[in-house]
């Protein structure tokens, strides 16, 4: 197909639907919702780029994909091209393309949006991306030569996986150590299958040991190595361990039968596959009815998961308004199309259970909008005497995770923000010459890509440390934290 | 992988399996456990390090077949493998520098307390264990804990050593006085029991809890347990913790959080029932059955 069409030719193609699995039917299954474009859909998609000259989708995307150039190679039926262009700025687009809010970063800059509907990015990325997983033998692996030095990473989530690829490129030897089993983080223990299928996750990781990384399994830095231990066997440590320790909400409750943190939760169906119980062995409560505390993509992973159990009432329950939920409007909207109920300005009290310690129910009261707080959206206030009941019986909370300090406190002479986060200058080394760090550990509970982004910023700086082109920075600026 | 090189029952329930992780052998230190994940459909359960040979590379698990996944574990023979290890997990034993430390083990807590006797007899602390079982052939890890110290043998039938609770032989040793430190290791109303005892003498007592477990890190909050009205991950504040502060009844009811489950496990390994049932036939959160009726629509103002 040809990719010259006029403005206004392109202009008046409407935004293609991304097929997906019926809501009746996907409500009760683990397979992916969304279907992915058709080979026709994507090049009609592609066409709707006005290829502009000054791109601000580009702009949108933290770490600055060459939007229109992908999608003009598309167009033009070059589409092991568009891979390639694609795969140069981002090294895992079929991750990203599935689970980055687009809505709020490239897709909100794209100036269709402004009359109209913006170009399906993130699902071209996705169509490109899935082309390249399937088509692994027409990509070449480009690798520098050797160049002996030895790199260890700390985490196998985007970021320590992105780091491991740019750094294997660039010829050196890197090592991934990862606590689980199973590498990816929480692509592999968090994100369910029904968003990001793991077998995703498995080719990309096969593709990083086809360049030569290693990844050790099993190892937890902190206990099985020190990290002291790790900087003296290596020439430079990157670590990515995220930030992986469950709040909880200090109510009354919280240790009754049923009651789960989200990433017990999740990790129960999704690295341990509970949902095969008994043909896996990891059990997992089936509840009739599941109240899910919290308003990001990680409760409406956790509520969709429930429904998925075979809840028939599958609830979220989150102190602030839709408008305010921090999850991807997609999760939303397939979250209200499997008939997930959402209970909006509601926040729990206390966790009710029976005589036998099992949970009953769900006290909340309710909440009004109230002054700006610091994040500028209203600060939601109890409505005196509004207390309720909801009855359930399992209480997932997902009210955010934290820097988990395993290893951080294994290593007193790394230098932490106040919540535990680790610093870094902005090269992302940290207070550790020729340790770096990134991703969650860093910034707080953030996103997939500006993981990846961390990590691949932070290989750029590992390579020139180690060819002695960068000095460890005098100051150290306080991490952003999420 | 990790092979197992040796393998010996110890009594009927327990087995005790020498597995090869070097860098593991190398580090552990009393206290310390690991994740074990059988084959790629397993659990992953916590097994305390009973013991460790750091030249051979191997540590000693010393297992108690109560379920689906011991079970599967003490079945193994040399020459097979364990499919993942994790560790060392959990922070190492609170060792007293010196002085006399009483060592409490009840039935498979004998051998986790055995590296702890270890530790402290390496530093020169006098060592008195009290060990237990229901009779004679049920008692293991006498001679191990013999070469660190004097051991009492406690039966219930009183078919060796004294008869009656280990709790009976401590109450005596510690009415002797002069004991700085109790470690207690076994199921949760042993350790409850010796935490009474204790108390009211002020003397210190450190008990390992066995919590569920998924990942060991700290990641999931599973293994959470009340210590002092606070709350603690066992994995990663603990697993030892002041035996006077613990939660024990919550301890012990979260751990019947999936027994339905687990019947459930068996009895599908023991038909050899390979698809198992739906998931419609599985047990709800208990909860559901017993709370009023789940159907009930939302009481909403
Ligand atoms: C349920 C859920 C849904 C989400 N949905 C989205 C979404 O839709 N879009 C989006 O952009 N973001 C989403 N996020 C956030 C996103 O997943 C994270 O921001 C991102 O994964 C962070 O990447 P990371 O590489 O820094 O850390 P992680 O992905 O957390 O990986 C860290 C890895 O390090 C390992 N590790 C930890 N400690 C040690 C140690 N001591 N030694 C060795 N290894 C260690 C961990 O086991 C883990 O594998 C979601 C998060 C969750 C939990
Ligand atoms: C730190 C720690 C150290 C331990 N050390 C030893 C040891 O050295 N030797 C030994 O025999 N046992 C030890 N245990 C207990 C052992 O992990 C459990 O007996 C085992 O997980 C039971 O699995 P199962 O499938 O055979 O039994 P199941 O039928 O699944 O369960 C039997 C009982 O074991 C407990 N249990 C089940 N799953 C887990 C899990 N994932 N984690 C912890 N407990 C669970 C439950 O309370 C359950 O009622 C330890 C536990 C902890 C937390
Ligand atoms: S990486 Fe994310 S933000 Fe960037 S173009 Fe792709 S979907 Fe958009
Ligand atoms: S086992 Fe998951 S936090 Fe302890």
Redesign the pocket.
């Known amino acids: 197909m040809s990719g010259k069409l006029s403005t206004r030719e392109r202009l008046s193609i409407p935004r293609q639907r991304i097929p997906e699995q019926p809501p009746e039917a996907r409500a009760s299954n683990f397979a992916e919702v969304n279907l992915g474009f058709t080979e026709q859909l994507a090049l009609l998609e592609a066409q709707r780029c006005l290829q502009c000259k000054d791109p601000k989708c580009v702009r949108g995307c933290p770490v600055g994909v060459n939007i229109p150039r992908f999608l003009q190679l598309l167009t033009e039926g070059k589409v092991a091209e568009a891979a390639q262009s694609l795969l140069c700025d981002n090294a895992l687009p079929a991750v990203t393309g599935r689970v980055c809010p687009q809505e709020t970063q490239c897709e909100a800059e794209c100036v269709r949006a402004a009359k109209g509907e913006p170009v399906a990015i993130g699902y071209l990325e996705r169509y490109v991306a899935d082309w390249a997983r399937t088509h692994a033998e027409r990509l070449p692996i480009e690798k520098a030569p050797p160049t002996g030095k030895r790199i260890a990473i700390v985490g196998s989530g985007p970021s320590g996986l992105t780091a491991a690829g740019e750094l294997a490129r660039r010829g050196h030897e890197v090592t991934i150590y990862e606590a689980l089993h199973k590498p990816g983080g929480v692509l592999v223990y968090g994100i369910p299958e029904f968003r990001l299928p793991k077998k995703i996750v498995e080719q990309e990781v096969e593709r990083l040991r086809r360049l030569g990384v290693r990844i050790e399994c099993n190892v937890v830095i902190g206990r099985t190595w020190t990290l002291p231990e790790l900087r003296a066997r290596f020439d430079a440590v990157y670590i990515a361990n995220g930030a992986g320790l469950p709040l909880f909400l200090n109510i009354p409750g919280e240790n009754l039968k049923g009651v789960y943190s989200a990433n017990e939760y999740l990790t129960r169906v999704n690295l341990m596959a509970a949902w095969q119980f008994p043909r896996n062995?990891?059990?997992v409560l089936h509840g009739q009815r599941v109240a899910v505390i919290g308003g990001g993509n990680v409760a409406l992973d956790a509520v969709r998961t429930a429904r998925r159990l075979g809840a028939q009432e599958a609830m979220i329950v989150y102190r602030r308004t839709k408008a305010e939920m921090p999850a991807r409007a997609e999760e939303i909207h397939h979250a209200e199309d499997e008939g997930v109920r959402f209970h909006f300005l509601t926040a729990p009290v206390e966790i009710l259970g029976n005589e036998k310690r099992w949970v009953t129910g769900l006290k909340c009261i309710r909440m009004e909008p109230g002054a700006p707080d610091e994040t500028g959206r209203a600060r939601p206030v109890p409505v005196p005497g509004s207390e309720f009941v909801l009855p359930c019986d399992i209480v997932v909370v997902a009210i955010g995770t934290r820097a988990n300090p395993l290893l951080t406190s294994t290593c007193p002479e790394l230098k932490l923000n106040r919540w535990g986060n680790i610093v870094v200058d902005e090269n992302g080394m940290t207070s550790l010459p020729g340790v770096f760090a990134g991703g969650d550990i860093v910034r707080g509970a953030a996103t997939v890509i500006l993981a990846m982004g961390d990590g691949k910023r932070a290989a750029q700086a590992i390579d020139a440390w180690l060819r002695g082109e960068l000095k460890p920075a005098e100051a150290q600026t306080p991490a952003p934290t999420g | 992988m990790h092979a197992v090189l040796a393998r010996r029952q110890l009594n009927p329930d327990?087995t005790r399996l020498d597995v090869e992780a070097p860098r593991i052998a190398q580090i552990r230190q009393p206290g310390q456990?690991v994740i074990v994940r059988r084959a790629e459909t397993s659990?992953?359960?916590?097994?305390?390090?009973?013991d460790a040979d750091p030249v051979r590379g191997s540590i000693a698990?010393?297992?108690?077949?109560?379920?689906?996944?011991?079970?599967?574990?003490v079945a193994l023979q040399p020459g097979e493998a364990i499919l993942d290890i994790a560790g060392p997990?959990?922070r190492p034993t609170e060792l007293i520098p010196s002085g006399h430390a009483v060592c409490v083990g009840g039935g498979?807590?004998t051998?986790?307390v055995h590296p702890i006797a270890q530790g402290l007899h390496a530093r020169g602390v006098r060592v008195t264990s009290i060990i237990g079982g229901r009779s004679r052939e049920w008692v293991i890890f006498e001679e191990e804990l013999r070469r660190l110290g004097a051991v009492i043998v406690c039966t219930d039938d009183g078919s060796y050593g004294r008869k009656g609770f280990v709790t009976v032989a401590l109450g005596d040793v510690l009415a002797g006085g002069g004991v700085d430190a109790v470690y207690a290791v076994g199921p949760v109303p042993m350790m409850r029991a010796v935490a009474a005892l204790t108390r009211p003498l002020g003397v210190r007592t450190i008990v390992?809890?066995?919590?569920?477990?998924?990942d060991g890190t700290g990641m999931c909050g599973g293994?959470r347990v009340s210590v002092g009205g606070e709350m603690k991950f066992?994995?990663v504040d603990?697993?030892e913790f002041d035996g006077h502060r613990v939660d024990y009844d919550e301890l012990q009811d979260?751990?019947?959080?999936?027994?339905q489950?687990?019947?459930e496990?068996?009895r599908c390994a023991e038909t050899q029932c390979r698809l198992g049932p739906h998931l419609t036939n599985l047990p709800a959160a208990e909860g559901a059955h017993s709370a009023a009726k789940p159907a009930e629509p939302a009481v909403v103002p």
């Open positions: 062995d990891t059990p | 327990v456990f659990e992953r359960i916590p097994l305390t390090i009973a698990l010393v297992i108690q077949a109560v379920g689906k996944s011991t079970r599967e574990l997990l959990g498979v807590g051998a986790v390992s809890l066995n919590p569920i477990m998924i293994c066992a994995c603990g697993p979260r751990l019947a959080t999936y027994r489950y687990e019947l496990a068996l």
